[in-house]
């Protein structure tokens, strides 16, 4: 299956190992370490992050082509504003030129731009290249890129609980029906399904927390930590803490069968 997709004999070596019927339906990113990458190149930080943009692109088409379902990106955190003025307003920058030129890939690769996050609080003009390129890709019904952008898991379910809490003194809801599928139904990720919840969940630089990222969503995710920083992570690194996930035993809290 994935055999028209390779180019070089590395990536199809390690691609042979993966087990077909076992590719995670949701991977989620924490894309960690462009600031290092530049740091030990004595270049600015912005480099880093620019550089990021060629692994995104060539990571979305990779787990594109072996059949993952849904990639979520974490792209800025509510954190992230903390960051130098400069360093955000270049940030605020990377999707308007990122979605210009790669929403033609993304079509022809049946790519479907999402987005979750605070996303009204975002620069005008970086809401509006969002929002383009999920009308310009929404008839696409292949893998779904999701890009978590001004996204904070605690923000996340301070909303949820809000909007259960609002429902609930209309008397649209009682206190007895509030479930997990009533969180879930009302969560940023509640447009994703059945996919709401990650399988996989990697970050690179080395780094090993989840920093206020899907809070909810990763209760039962398997965590793969690459010591790669994100500019130089590779399909060949997705693809190997792919197979790192298949050797894990999914129990979800039950026993191992047999």
Same mark, same amino acid.
Not at 28 to 56: C, E, F, S, Y
Not at 221 to 239: A, G, R
């Given at each position: 299956? *994935?055999?028209?997709?390779?180019?070089?004999?590395?990536?199809?070596? =390690?691609?042979?190992?993966?087990?077909?019927?076992?590719?995670?339906?949701?991977?989620?990113?924490?894309?960690? &370490?462009?600031?290092?990458?530049?740091?030990?190149?004595?270049?600015?930080?912005?480099? &880093?992050?620019?550089?990021?943009?060629?692994?995104?692109?060539?990571?979305?088409?990779?787990?594109?082509?072996?059949?993952?379902?849904?990639?979520?990106?974490?792209?800025?955190?509510?954190?992230?504003?903390?960051?130098?003025?400069?360093?955000?307003?270049?940030?605020?920058?990377?999707? =308007?030129?990122?979605?210009?030129? *790669?929403?033609?890939?993304?079509?022809?690769?049946?790519?479907?731009?999402?987005?979750? &996050?605070?996303?009204?609080?975002?620069?005008?003009?970086?809401?509006?290249?969002?929002?383009?390129?999920?009308?310009?890709?929404?008839?696409?019904?292949?893998?779904?890129?999701?890009?978590?952008?001004?996204?904070?898991?605690?923000?996340?379910?301070?909303?949820?609980?809000?909007?259960?809490?609002?429902?609930?003194?209309?008397?649209?809801?009682?206190?007895?029906? =509030?479930?997990?599928?009533?969180?879930?139904?009302?969560?940023?990720?509640?447009?994703?399904?059945?996919?709401?919840? @990650?399988?996989?969940?990697?970050?690179?630089?080395?780094?090993?927390?989840?920093?206020?990222?899907?809070?909810?969503?990763?209760?039962?995710?398997?965590?793969?930590?690459?010591?790669?920083?994100?500019?130089?992570?590779? @399909?060949?690194?997705?693809?190997?803490?792919? =197979?790192?996930?298949?050797?894990?035993?999914?129990?979800?809290?039950?026993?191992?069968?047999?």
């Amino acid at each position: 299956m *994935f055999s028209k997709f390779i180019r070089n004999s590395t990536l199809q070596e =390690i691609t042979n190992e993966l087990d077909e019927s076992r590719i995670p339906q949701h991977v989620a990113i924490i894309m960690d &370490g462009n600031g290092r990458w530049a740091q030990k190149r004595h270049l600015p930080r912005i480099a &880093g992050h620019k550089t990021a943009l060629t692994t995104v692109k060539e990571i979305t088409k990779a787990a594109n082509n072996i059949g993952i379902k849904v990639l979520t990106l974490y792209t800025f955190s509510t954190e992230n504003w903390k960051r130098p003025k400069k360093e955000v307003e270049f940030l605020m920058s990377l999707p =308007i030129t990122f979605f210009d030129t *790669f929403v033609p890939e993304l079509i022809e690769n049946n790519i479907r731009v999402n987005a979750i &996050g605070e996303l009204d609080a975002l620069p005008s003009e970086t809401l509006t290249a969002v929002k383009h390129a999920i009308a310009q890709t929404k008839h696409c019904t292949g893998m779904i890129l999701n890009f978590a952008i001004n996204y904070g898991g605690r923000d996340e379910l301070i909303a949820t609980v809000k909007k259960v809490a609002t429902k609930v003194s209309k008397n649209e809801l009682s206190i007895d029906e =509030i479930n997990e599928k009533v969180i879930s139904d009302t969560l940023m990720t509640n447009s994703l399904k059945e996919l709401a919840n @990650p399988d996989l969940l990697i970050r690179t630089s080395g780094e090993q927390r989840i920093s206020n990222f899907l809070l909810w969503q990763l209760a039962y995710s398997e965590f793969v930590f690459s010591d790669i920083l994100w500019p130089d992570y590779t @399909p060949e690194n997705l693809f190997e803490n792919i =197979i790192e996930y298949q050797k894990r035993d999914r129990r979800f809290g039950g026993l191992k069968k047999g």
